[in-house]
């Protein structure tokens, strides 16, 4: 998912895009909804990293619904 398109900052230096990889996404018929999923260990090095994606992802995907296990 892109969570922030990439630009050229005032300085003329290119920022890639940002992107958000869930475990697994699909069509939930019977709620008829779309499903995000995402599974953490506790042990993530990249947890406060994975707040801020999550964070972004809720924002822009509002229409998805978002389940995680950590």
């Known amino acids: 998912f892109l969570l922030q398109e990439g630009f ?5 230096h290119k920022q890639r895009p ?5 475990d697994f996404f699909y069509y939930n018929v019977e709620a008829d909804r779309w499903i995000v999923e995402d599974v ?3 042990v993530t090095s ?3 990293t994975y707040r801020i994606k999550k964070k972004l992802f809720l924002y822009k995907y509002q229409g998805c619904y978002f389940n995680e296990e950590i």
């Open 46 to 48: 990249h947890l406060e």
């Open 18 to 22: 940002i992107y958000y990889i869930c």
């Open 8 to 12: 050229v900052d005032n300085q003329g």
């Open 40 to 42: 953490k260990s506790t």
